[in-house]
DNA sequence: CTGTATCCTGTAAGATACTG
DNA sequence: CAGTATCTTACAGGATACAG
C-alpha cells in the first residue's frame, strides 16, 4: 500500500472542474480589469485602453475576443463617422461579476494585513 | 483634446488594488486547488500530490512557500518517525475561501451554458 | 517522506509598426 | 478609431535527479 491518506479529504472541486479552467475564464492577465469595467457600462475599444492605461492593444484585442467568443462580451460595431466599436457585457457576463468583486476583496484584506501586520501575526 | 471619455465610469478597484496584484494570490497555477483542499482540513505534503495528481512536486513546494509567506498556510514539521510536514489554512486563509467558491460556481456556470447552450445564445 | 537543484520548454505578454 | 502582424523576451511550469 501506498500511503494512509487521512479519509477527511474535502469533496473535489464540483465535478471534475479542475478549477484550472475556470480561472482560465477570469484568470488572463487583463481580463479581471476589463470585467470590472465593462461591468459599469458599455464601452469603446479606447476608452479601455484609457481604463487600464498599461495594457497593450493586442493585449487588449485577444482578451476582447476570447471574451466574446465565451458570450461574456458583445461586440457592436457603431457606424459613426469614425467608426467606433462598443463593448458590454452580456447578461451572463454579469454573472462573473460576484467572483471577480470576491477576489477584489480577498485582495484589500490582504493588503490590509501586509501593510499593518507585517511582524504582528495572528494571535 | 484626446477622446471625450464617458463619464460612466466605474471607480477603479478599490484603493489602487489593480487587481492583477489580487489574483496573484489565488491565481497561481495550482493555488485556488491547494487551497480548496486545505480547506477541508491540515495535509501532509504528500497527501496534497495525490490530491493534486498532475501537481509536481515543485510546483506544489513553491506554492505552499508563497502561501505560507502570505500567512495564508502554515507549515508544521511533525517529528514522526518518517519526519512529515503539515499543512494548513490559517484563520485568513480560511477568509480567502469565499472568493475561491465564487470562482468554483462561475466556472459552473460557464460549463453549463458551454455543454448546453453552444449554439443556442441568449434570447 | 519532504523537499531542493538543474535543465528545458511553451506560452503569455510587451514593443513596434502597419492597415482598413 | 480599431485593430492586425511580427518579433522578442521573460517567466511559469514540467521533467528529472538528487539531498536531508
Redesign the interface.
Known sequence: MA?K??K???A????G???????S???G??T??IL??L???P?RF??LR??IPRISAKMLTTRLKELEA??IVTRTVVPTSPPSVEYAL???GH??M???T??????????R?HADAEDA??P
Chains 1, 2 share one sequence.
Open positions: 500511503l491518506i487521512r477527511n479529504r474535502a473535489p472541486p464540483p465535478e472542474c479542475p478549477l484550472s479552467e475556470c480561472l475564464i477570469i484568470g492577465a487583463w479581471p480589469n470590472w469595467y461591468a459599469a457600462g464601452r479606447s476608452e484609457l481604463d465565451r458570450g452580456t447578461a451572463f454573472e462573473l460576484p467572483a471577480i470576491a477576489i477584489v476583496e480577498v485582495g484589500e484584506k490582504l493588503k494585513r501575526p495572528q
